[in-house]
């Protein structure tokens, strides 16, 4: 069973770039089908979908984040990562990565669409 893990730092000041690696176990992100996301939680709020690369290294963002946002891999460590620059208190969240074999964009997230998810990572943005 595929299996992944957010990791990164829980706290980040303003104006600074938010970096988050998500370590995928069980499948691998160049040859399994599926499509490689990063969705996040803030309080109180729903869950939003950020981006997401393919397995062949294609890049998918959100329109509202998508000149803040970079996601990227390193396929010799099956990981896959996200930076989020210019960072404010508004994108204080819990911040998931999950996995799908079908790529979805809409904005406001269908948890069913994703077959795995990792445990989310509580990220704060202050001062």
């Known amino acids: 069973q595929v299996q992944l893990q957010e990791s990164g730092p829980g706290l980040v000041k303003p104006s600074q770039t938010l970096s988050l690696t998500c370590t995928v176990s069980?499948?691998?992100?160049?040859?399994?089908?599926?499509?490689w996301s990063w969705i996040r939680q803030p309080p109180g709020k729903g869950l939003e979908w950020m981006g997401a690369i393919s397995r062949s290294g294609s890049l998918y963002y959100s329109p509202s984040l998508k000149s803040r946002t970079s996601i990227s891999r390193d396929t010799s460590k099956n990981q896959f990562t996200l930076q989020l620059t210019s960072v404010t208190p508004e994108d204080t969240a819990v911040y998931y990565c999950?996995?799908?074999?079908?790529?979805?964009?809409?904005?406001?997230?269908?948890?069913?669409?994703?077959?795995?998810w990792g445990q989310g990572t509580q990220v704060t943005v202050s001062s």
């Open positions: 069980g499948g691998s992100i160049t040859t399994n089908y599926r499509y």
């Open positions: 999950a996995a799908a074999r079908v790529l979805h964009t809409t904005v406001i997230v269908t948890t069913s669409n994703y077959d795995y």
